[in-house]
């Protein structure tokens, strides 16, 4: 690798990108601004990458048309705290920087949330839920919250497909317990009248 050109800063819009900066030429491979090797900006000649050792800061847009690849975790920061990570083996964390499953949602200041809408009054929300066969096969179970239409409620249904096969979807005809709105639960019935409403035959046990 040839050295082009050293300095005491690498400015950009009067920002200071990389101080005391190098350029350097390998002719086979790559080019790349570096100081000392902390902050390096490299373009890979033989495969198109742009790698950055560091941090990368951008004020602005950031848009990115293909893939972004890391060796290690992928960081997201606002206002200087880290608000999620993606971890080297695909696990994403929202306030959990070492998330251990595939979605990890912490809030360490209180309460934790997490909030699924639909865009009006008027349709449902859904929470599928699979245990699928291969990757094409259907869902068989859901959470759905059915739009009354009126107030922004919803009544609340316990949803499973019993098909044989991998092709049929869980859908709101598929309840098996519904909560309405007014509190009644249903079992077997989607409309119940009473407190506890079951179609079909019940055990009940104890004092």
């Known amino acids: 690798m040839s050295l082009i050109q050293r300095g005491p800063n690498f400015v950009v819009n009067d920002e200071i990108l990389f101080p005391n900066w190098e ?15 902390n902050n390096k900006f490299k373009i890979e000649n033989s495969t198109g990458k742009v790698s950055i050792a560091n941090t990368l800061e951008v004020n ?19 206002d200087g705290e880290e608000r999620m990570t993606i971890t080297d083996v695909g696990n994403v964390g929202i306030g959990n920087d070492d998330p251990d499953k595939k979605l990890s ?5 209180g309460t934790g949330t997490m909030e699924i809408r639909s865009n009006s009054e008027s349709n449902d929300t859904l929470l599928f839920l ?12 859901a959470i759905i919250a059915e739009a009354d239409g009126s107030y922004s409620s919803s009544n609340l249904h316990f949803c499973l497909n019993s098909a044989s096969d991998n092709s049929t979807e869980v859908s709101l ?13 249903g079992i077997g019935n989607n409309n119940p009248s009473y407190k506890l409403d079951v179609d079909g035959t019940a055990n009940f046990t104890g004092a």
Request: glycine share 6%; proline share 2%; aromatic share 4%.
């Open 23 to 37: 350029i350097k030429e390998n002719t086979s491979d790559h080019f790349e601004i570096n100081n000392n090797g």
């Open 60 to 78: 602005g847009v950031l848009k990115i048309n293909s893939t972004i690849e890391a060796v290690d975790n992928i960081s997201f920061e606002t």
């Open 105 to 109: 949602i912490v809030n360490s200041s």
């Open 130 to 141: 699979g245990t699928p066969y291969n990757s094409s096969a259907k869902n068989k179970t």
């Open 173 to 185: 005809s598929d309840q098996k317990m519904t909560i309405l709105k007014n509190g009644n639960v």
